[in-house]
């Protein structure tokens, strides 16, 4: 793992390096349109002021450090600003942006990714599970970040992979409150002297989500506040590249040996669930049509209960019901919908197999042109 002065002068990105300087100048000197997604995590702009401690007395490690400070809102907004339009330049045109921040920041942040033309997705509440207290006992506990996940046009055809997302929360839809710890233990890092080797360090388990979620394998991920370097271990991890940038070298240094202990999971490791709504589209007629099932064979229901016979335009017909393989499925089950696809089956050498299979047949087919094709 090495880090670099500056990006490489060459038309090909600076993949899975670290490049060390300002983070405005330096994507604006890498090539445009050339990233699949962004996660910033910027200066949060707490504005503390003076020492925070303990019921104990003892200090509170809070995040106090120079690149966290600011004159004024203002000069706060400028850099959010410039930093957002150096980022949208390098999206590429169906890319996307995760930005996470605090009360303190984020409000300011959506409205400048708003402004800039970035298209809001979702907005997801992290809530963190081993918050930090609330010592003065007057606020409510912090208990939570949020993150902006957004396009980087309206309309933009920007990757979301549902089914994977589903299949993490236990086969149910993924909501937009996430309960996550913060960095604790083992994955805490430190410097030399044992001491946190970044106060603001994300959790890996917050990354893996939002890279399952809106990446692919081989996907370029950019993060421009890159710390400790979370983003890329996670990516590494993933089988994503990455391009960290950060100007402390301190930071550079553990994030670069965090990164060169990673091992990328096994190939097979790395496939998720796919969307359905990604798969390409096949009518039920087009079974017909290539002769899979022919007019008048007899499909059936699942268990046996019902049957119908396909139609020559691809339509089902049974007892006092006609109409596509979903409608009629539903009006035997008087149901609402019905997926005709996984309902009916048809028989071969005694056993029933579902119509589903002709459909992947075909889709296997498009798939394989389309390759021949690029």
Not at 42 to 54: A, D, F, I, W
Not at 167 to 174: E, F, I, P, R, Y
Not at 192 to 203: E, F, L, R, Y
Not at 285 to 303: A, D, K, N, T, Y
């Amino acid at each position: 793992m090495t880090t670099r002065k500056s990006p490489a002068e060459a038309p090909s990105l600076p993949l899975n390096q670290i490049l060390a300087g300002d983070c405005i100048e330096l994507m604006n000197s890498l090539p445009a349109g050339s990233v699949d997604l962004i996660f910033a995590d910027p200066p949060y702009n707490l504005q503390l002021k003076g020492e925070l401690h303990r019921p104990d007395n003892s200090k509170v490690d809070a995040v106090d450090d120079h690149w966290d400070q600011f004159s004024s809102f203002g000069a706060y907004d400028r850099f959010t600003r410039d930093w957002l339009k150096a980022a949208r330049r390098l999206l590429k045109p169906n890319g996307a942006i995760w930005v996470i921040g605090s009360y303190h920041n984020i409000f300011r942040v959506g409205a400048a990714m708003q402004d800039a033309g970035y298209w809001m997705l979702n907005d997801v509440v992290w809530r963190k599970s081993n918050p930090m207290p609330n010592f003065r006992g007057k606020r409510l506990t912090n208990a939570h970040e949020t993150l902006i996940w957004a396009s980087r046009d309206e309309g933009a055809k920007y990757t979301f992979n549902y089914e994977a997302m589903k299949a993490l929360n236990d086969g149910v839809q993924m909501r937009s409150d996430w309960v996550l710890p913060i960095c604790t233990g083992h994955e805490r890092l430190k410097d030399d002297n044992g001491d946190k080797a970044h106060p603001t360090q994300k959790p890996e388990s917050l990354l893996h989500r939002i890279l399952i979620a809106t990446t692919n394998p081989g996907d370029v991920v950019l993060d421009p506040f890159f710390g400790t370097g979370t983003t890329g271990a996670v990516a590494k991890m993933l089988g994503r590249e990455f391009i960290g940038i950060e100007r402390e070298e301190a930071y550079r240094k553990v994030a670069s040996e965090r990164i060169d202990r990673i091992r990328k999971f096994d190939t097979s490791a790395l496939e998720i669930t796919g969307s359905k709504r990604a798969e390409p589209r096949v009518p039920f007629g087009q079974v017909v049509e290539r002769g899979m099932l022919r007019p008048g064979e007899e499909l059936f229901s699942i268990g046996n209960r019902f049957k119908a016979k396909v139609r020559a335009d691809g339509t089902l017909v049974g007892n006092d019901v006609k109409g596509s393989i979903h409608q009629v499925g539903a009006a035997y089950e008087g149901a609402p919908s019905c997926n005709g696809w996984t309902y009916w089956h048809f028989k071969r050498d005694g056993k029933m197999i579902p119509i589903d299979i002709l459909r992947q047949q075909i889709r296997a087919e498009m798939e394989a042109e389309e390759r021949q094709r690029h």
